[in-house]
């Protein structure tokens, strides 16, 4: 599914991490073009109006005057920044800012929005650009500046976000701002641990006087303490909440935190597959044990397994098979009460289906991997032009997984596949066809619905595209469509994709539901490196609400 280059990885990583900001001309014709944004060039020589969580004031390296914007970006936080700005509704607006370091991977965007980054880890700055719409009846709007995990220290200056300016100065355009006197907003609000009937959460303290925290679950309270945690207990059993927190004194009540998503553990339902993609080649991978206790999961898709020459099985052509750091986390997901599916292939590297000379050939590559692990299913991301579009390694796949099948009774094998809107492309269709041909014996057939022309309606599209694959797999092999749906999987791409299309928490939540609903077998996405807290998402918050998948 998932090894597009790490470019495109990484661009697409930005994406589960939203926040705001753009501004050229009116759509009805032309605009005074002003800058709305305060202290953009930071000469002030203090951060504020910018909210940022590891960010500074420095006075070289600068694109223009004496200040500029020093974010140090580390393995746990991308050094965000960001401003938030009144604005007028249904109004065109660009938000420009120059930036430079950051190991080349420095993002600047509107939340909601779009967002850009800049493709060089030159000294020298470059300056990147973003539009956006305002909505109707929307009359704020958050611009944000962030590097990427581990990749060093970014600078950035000289901002401008270009527009008419608007009249209501409270952050969200939905909620008035609290009292004076009241304490600051919570921070860092995310899910600790959780059992099979209960959630536990914890923030930062808020600023100012604090009488005590209140957890919500929508409008209602869920707990009240002094501290900075609480548990949330009598919930059901693989159940999915969402909270927030809010702080209190004899002023008033704070506003509220950013949500977060958590589930209880026991989904004992059939054999559902809920398995996030978790990557140990790239982007400081999470300890598999926190994530499991932080959110429910049980299970994991380990990626990539691809050829360390010829056809001999290596995770990413450099890692080795066993005694590495992924055989570690296997060991410890295992000793957690969890599994793994073994994912081979991806959309670049050196493949094992191109370079295994014949489907017995494959199989043997397979069954070691099999064999080191005692695995219960593995996972063919079949992509790309070297396997997915080419006929004669679709044939070799999927010979190679019969005879897998045949030697291994009791393995669930997956196929995992890009797709259209309305389903299964050419190629997907092909795959489906030969694999009823040739008896190859799938267990699941995963589409990808990103990167696929989803626009705004990601989770419409989404749906379409699962719909699509159900009824190619009803006319392949003439099932029912609770059986075909039972052969179902999805496996998403958590925040904004390549074409920047942005499966929110929110839309993760409605395809999930639908899942549960449709009984598809796997739900999946790319990946639990990309799963961290930002501005409109907790940590690991679509993992969470993935545990809450139970076919």
Sequence with gaps: ?????????????????????????????????????????????????????????VSSPVHSGSKALQGAASASDYAQCTQTVAVQPNTAYTFSGWVRGGGGYVYIGVTGGGSTWNPSAASAYTQLS??????????????????????????????SLDGPGGTTPSPSASS????????????????????????????????????????????????????TSATI????????????????????????????TGSTTGCTTGTAMAAPYLYEGWGSPPSATSVMSATGIKQFTMAFMLSGGGCTPMW??????????????????RSAGGDVEISFGGWSGNKLGPNCSSASALAAAYQQVINAYSLKYIDIDIENTDEFESEAVQDRVLGALKIVKANNPGIKTILTFGTSTTGPTYWGTR????????????????????????????????????????????????????????????????GLSDQSENTTPAI????????NNNHIARLAFWSVNRDRASGTQSEFQFTSITAGFHG
């Design 233 to 260: 207990s009598g919930l059901g059993a693989c159940t999915s909440h969402t909270y927030t927190v809010a702080a209190y004194n004899g002023s008033g009540e704070s506003a509220k935190s950013g949500s977060a």
């Design 431 to 494: 795959l489906i066809n030969q694999s009823a041909a040739l008896g190859a014996n799938v267990d699941v057939y995963t589409i990808m619905p990103f990167d696929f022309g989803g626009g705004a309606d990601m989770y419409g599209n989404t749906v379409n595209a699962a719909n699509g694959l159900k009824n190619a797999l009803k006319t392949a092999f003439g099932w029912s469509d609770a059986t075909a749906y039972a052969h179902v999987g999805i496996s998403g791409m958590n």
């Design 316 to 333: 990413d052509s450099t890692r080795p098979l066993t005694g590495g750091v992924d055989q570690s986390t296997i060991n410890s997901i």
């Design 508 to 515: 993760w939540t409605q395809i999930r539901d639908w899942a």
């Design 130 to 159: 973003v539009s956006y719409t305002t909505a109707a009846g929307q009359t704020s709007l958050q611009v944000y500046v962030h590097g990427w995990y581990g990749q060093g220290t970014y600078n950035a200056d000289d901002f």
């Design 1 to 57: 599914m998932h090894r597009r280059t790490m470019y495109r990885r990484i661009l697409a990583a930005a994406g589960a991490f939203a926040v705001a900001g753009a501004a050229m001309f009116l759509a009805s014709g032309t605009a005074n073009a002003a800058n709305i944004l305060s202290n953009p060039g930071l000469e002030s020589g203090a951060l504020s109006p910018w909210s940022c969580s590891l960010g500074s004031v």
């Design 176 to 227: 008035s701002p609290p009292p004076a006197g009241t304490p600051g907003t919570p921070g860092n609000f995310h899910v600790t641990g959780s059992t099979g009937s209960a959630i536990s959460v914890a923030w930062n303290a808020s600023t100012g006087t604090v009488t005590g925290y209140r957890v919500y679950e929508g409008t209602t309270v869920r707990a009240t303490v002094t501290g």
